[in-house]
Nanobody, 123 residues
């Protein structure tokens, strides 16, 4: 059974950077498509980015294009979300999720979820 654990969140000033980590156990991540989602207070969960099993990267949120980058390290069984030039509107709980079928920005297409990591962008 695949288990996902996010880390790397925290409080950062506007313009700063964070690297989120999605670490897997119980199975190898190279069999899965991995998505990053975020949910701000009072808002629906939003697909941010996804990476395919063959390392093709898909961005879903126009607001993060050019600032966020997804990558994977199969040897470490880990997926990363590098977030640069952070803005207050990036404040949210960030989740990683996995499925064996496809990249998607629809949360119901993912079978496995981490518990989330809080990102707060504030001065």
């Amino acid at each position: 059974q695949l288990q996902l654990v996010e880390s790397g969140g925290g409080l950062v000033q506007p313009g700063g950077s964070l690297r989120l980590v999605c670490a897997a156990s119980g199975s190898t991540l190279n069999s899965y498509y991995i998505g990053w989602f975020r949910q701000a207070p009072g808002k629906e969960r939003e697909g941010v980015s996804c990476i395919t099993r063959s390392n093709v990267k898909v961005n879903y949120a126009d607001s993060v294009k050019g600032r966020f980058s997804i990558s994977r390290d199969n040897a470490q069984n880990t997926v990363y979300l590098q977030m640069n030039s952070l803005k207050p509107e990036d404040t949210a709980v960030y989740y990683c999720a996995a499925n064996r079928d496809t990249c998607s920005n629809r949360n119901y297409t993912y079978n496995y979820w981490g518990q989330g990591t809080q990102v707060t962008v504030s001065s």
